[in-house]
């Protein structure tokens, strides 16, 4: 069993009480727009990290971190992008790797709203996990965890903080 945060969107800000909700998770998965090095040096020191870039991530990042990573964990297999989308409404190039590679798990940001969905006609859980960081519309930053065992997800948990101005 592994124990997933998943969070999106930090636009260079991590919040303390994220850092506490993630202390018993084994990796940390960012779903894009971290915002600068400092804040992903941070999140891989703190706990195995893995992100990809999102639009307002600068070259370094861009180089650090691919657009897409498909990977297992455990025995589900899982699809990760900044710019996704959401069932019925996925961007261009998502329905074609969804297509060819079948994940059980499908990860996005970028819309800082968070979804859980599950996409009967893709077979695939799509996760959005909203906001974590203080820039953008939102008001409630929202972080998740959840646990990976065998080939169900489980325990999923939702962290709501109202947005520092």
């Known amino acids: 069993m592994r124990k997933i ?12 009480r994220v850092l506490d909700f993630f202390k018993d998770c084994d990796e940390i998965w ?4 971290i915002g600068n090095e400092e804040t992903a040096d ?3 020191k703190y706990k195995p990290f893995r992100a990809v870039h999102g639009n307002i991530d600068d070259h370094n990042l861009r180089i650090r971190y691919k657009q897409f990573e498909i990977f297992t964990c455990e025995e589900m297999k899982i699809l990760m992008t900044h710019i996704g989308g ?9 329905t074609y790797l ?31 996990p909203g906001a974590a960081g203080n820039s953008g519309f939102h008001a409630i ?3 998740v965890r ?20």
Not at 5 to 16: A, K, R
Not at 86 to 94: A, D, L, M, N, T
Not at 101 to 126: A, M, Q, T, W
């Open 141 to 143: 930053k929202t972080v």
């Open 5 to 16: 945060g998943l969070l999106s969107d930090t636009h260079c800000f991590i919040d303390e």
């Open 42 to 44: 941070k999140l891989e």
């Open 86 to 94: 959401y069932p019925g409404h996925y961007e261009k190039g998502v």
């Open 98 to 128: 969804l297509e060819k590679e079948k994940p059980n798990v499908f990860i996005c940001g970028h819309s800082h709203i968070l979804r859980v969905i599950n996409d009967k006609k893709y077979n695939v859980l799509c996760i959005n």
């Open 146 to 165: 959840f646990e990976i065992e065998s080939s169900r997800i489980q325990n999923l948990e939702v962290l709501e903080m109202k947005r520092n101005k």
């Open 30 to 33: 960012h779903a894009g727009d």
